[in-house]
């Protein structure tokens, strides 16, 4: 670990520019970065945030593929939704940028062409998968199959997301192209490959002996793993039209391979605000007194802690990370999080049906954050988390204060008067408060950070709680005056260590407070007169409000007609089954009939009991519909039956022939009718 770094370089994973930002993306990656680096900027240290859109490699093609549009109107449209929602949202990045700039294809081109110089790259002809209906070598995205390790027939050629297996699409068994479905070839190819194996001693002793001690354990585990397994060359170019050319001659048709591009965008992205702020991009990727912290979700360990950190050791002049410290997963309502399925809660679309709740996610994504293991957002839980702890504790921690303070007086803070041991101890809890909240952020325990955050407002609920001034008011105002102040220490100090965690709200309660400037962390733990008496606060604002049950029920029903339009697009028709001949056919008696009666079959959850007029006869069928209609709905329907069943016995009551039924796309069972205008008895042929 680098001690007292001179500045701070801090990288946020690029988001792919083939879809929106979802609350995954925000809980892994985006709103951990932005506390850490807003928190880093209040302690007045010099830091480059840096992100930006990663805007090549087959899932861009894939998109514009299925759209219909070129894979530029891909990028343009999502870097631009992307961009703004972050705007919105506040993460504080001091700049973001896009791999399609010119400054990033210079970068990347020199980067690569100075390893190429060196020697430090393997050229191999190689036989990749080819999709000669398509007359293209076919990417990895453009491959599914088999996973040869578990199994699953939908894995990707590079990747399976069952198993979470990294994979050639060369290993997939019996691998389709989902550009025609046919089946690939082996078609010869020349490619340069980065010799990882020739880094292992390397990352051995920088990872598995150097960061032991302060990398997170699902980090650490994961790389020791990859390590243990045995590190093989990787190939850094690909046969795609979309990307960066690779600058060599003999490359003609090629392009540097996504995950050997994206990282290199953190580099050109800080150039890019160097030049923009008069500054010198160097220090902040070559000096030795920088720390370098690259923040991203569990899927992306692997390119940050052993092949981009392969890179740069490549290369020479740069420093390595001194940490990575990715959060897992983020499940949704219990199901993993898709973008290709709609399965999301959408950072753009949360912004226009929550207006001005940005803090209200943030908080709800950091208080569950996935920072060991996979978690699992609900909206309950949003909804929980807001009513029960940021309106019941926090907001009604400073609504109290600001009220009671313009109501005694007139909002000017009070002259206390002598503290007792309450006040003392108090005072003295709130300045240890800095130093605990900033020993979590510096150890990236952000939501350890956020619980004390809210202790702090506790501490305000409690003192308030245990002196209640509206009641002493009336005997002993002069001790109203010193319980106020303290009080109002509190939301002072509440004002500051907020900003990180939730600034949106930190801005209001300053503006309510009117302490603009005239605080900062060190403060409030070296002085306890933090809003001095006599200065004059603002009227009382509600911080947060009530979410009611009809919103959420709002949300809930948006992922459940996602569920349903999933299940209706995924859903499969049953194979045809074997030939028969009209003969066959034709030995079915199919009638028309009403439902007459209906009634439960006593200790039988799914049967119903039904008198059907088929027009010949008044009949008793019995049918296995009872979890899906109650006797009462059905009684009148017209239905299709098969008359000339042969009658069975079930549950003591014989059955004398079945109703047509099939599922729509919900799944739910829907009954096959006849056409109204069809009477009883009727055949159908």
């Not at 990288?11 to 809980?27: K, R, S, V």
């Not at 400037?517 to 002085?527: R, V």
């Not at 009530?546 to 919103?551: F, N, S």
Request: a negative charge; hydrophobic letters at 40%; glycine letters at 6%.
């Amino acid at each position: 670990m680098i001690q007292d770094p001179k500045r701070y370089t801090i990288t946020a994973a690029l988001p792919y520019t083939n879809g929106p930002i979802h609350i995954g993306h925000l809980a892994g990656v985006y709103v951990p970065s932005d506390i850490y680096a807003r928190f880093l900027r209040m302690q007045g240290r010099d830091v480059a945030f840096i992100c930006g859109s990663d805007e090549h490699g087959v899932a861009i093609s894939m998109k514009a593929k299925k759209e219909g549009i070129t894979p530029q109107e891909v990028i343009d449209k999502y870097h631009t939704l992307i961009k703004k929602s972050f705007e919105d949202f506040g993460i504080s990045f001091d700049n973001y940028s896009r791999t399609s700039a010119k400054i990033h294809h210079d970068t990347a081109s020199q980067f690569f062409r100075t390893l190429y110089d060196k020697g430090d790259f393997i050229e191999e002809v190689t036989e990749q998968l080819y999709d000669a209906k398509a007359n293209q070598f076919l990417a990895d995205r453009f491959v599914i199959g088999t996973c040869p390790k578990c199994g699953n027939e939908e894995a990707y050629g590079d990747q399976c997301e069952r198993c979470g297996s990294s994979l050639n699409a060369t290993d997939l068994i019996n691998p389709k192209s989902t550009i025609t479905g046919e089946t690939p070839i082996l078609k010869s190819t020349k490619h340069w490959f980065l010799p990882l194996d020739r880094y292992d001693a390397f990352l051995r002793e920088w990872i598995l002996v150097g960061h032991k001690n302060d990398w997170k354990p699902n980090v650490y585990g994961q790389v020791k793993s990859w390590l243990e397994d045995g590190l093989k060359p990787r190939a850094v170019t690909r046969d795609l039209d979309w990307g960066i050319p690779v600058p060599v001659e003999g490359a003609e048709g090629k392009v540097l391979y996504v995950w050997f591009d994206a990282p290199i965008g953190y580099i050109s992205s800080t150039k890019e605000w160097a030049q923009r702020e008069g500054k010198d991009w160097e220090p902040y990727w070559k000096s030795e007194d920088t720390k370098l912290v690259h923040f991203i979700g569990k899927d992306n360990i692997v390119f940050h802690c052993v092949i981009f950190p392969a890179m740069l050791k490549a290369e020479g002049s740069y420093i390595l990370p001194d940490n990575v410290p990715a959060n897992e997963f983020l499940n949704l309502e219990g199901n993993k999080l898709s973008t290709s399925k709609n399965w999301a809660v959408w950072l753009h679309e949360y912004l226009e049906d929550f207006p001005e709740k940005q803090d209200v996610l943030r908080y709800a994504l950091t208080s569950n954050a996935p920072e060991t293991k996979d978690n699992d957002f609900t909206w309950k839980d949003f909804q929980a988390r807001n009513n029960n702890e940021l309106v019941a504790i926090f907001g009604n921690f400073i609504n109290r204060v600001v009220v009671l303070t313009n109501k005694y007086y007139d909002g000017i803070v009070p002259q206390p008067n002598d503290f007792s041991e309450v006040d003392e101890a108090t005072l003295t809890e709130l300045k240890a408060y800095p130093a605990v909240i900033a020993s979590s952020v510096e150890r990236y325990r952000f939501r350890e950070a956020l619980g004390e955050l809210m202790n702090v407002a506790r501490l305000g609920n409690k003192y308030l709680a245990d002196e209640e001034p509206w009641k002493v008011i009336k005997d002993n105002p002069e001790r109203v005056k010193t319980q106020m102040y303290v009080a109002l220490q509190i939301a002072g100090a509440l004002s500051v260590l907020a900003e990180p965690f939730l600034p949106f709200t930190a801005q209001k309660l300053t503006r309510i407070l009117k302490t603009e400037n005239k605080l900062s962390w060190d403060t409030i733990s070296e002085n306890s007169d933090l809003i001095p008496a006599g200065h004059k606060i603002g009227e009382a604002e509600l911080l947060f409000a009530k979410i009611e049950d009809e919103e959420i029920q709002k949300q809930v029903d948006k992922l459940e007609a996602t569920k349903t339009a999933n299940r209706a697009e995924n859903k499969k028709a049953e194979p045809q089954k074997d030939l028969i001949q009209y003969e066959d056919f034709a030995k079915m008696d199919l009638r028309v009939g009403t439902i007459l009666e209906a009634e439960k079959m006593p200790k039988a959850n799914k049967l119903l009991v039904l008198k059907i007029d088929t027009g010949i006869d008044i009949r008793t069928i019995v049918s296995g519909i009872a979890e899906s209609f109650s006797p009462e709905e059905i009684i009148g329907k017209k239905v299709t039956v098969l008359a000339n069943l042969a009658p069975r016995n079930l549950r003591g009551v014989e059955s004398q022939g079945m109703i047509l039924m099939t599922t729509n796309p919900e799944g739910k069972l829907v009954f096959v009718n006849p056409d109204a205008e069809a009477g009883n008895g009727e055949t159908i042929n």
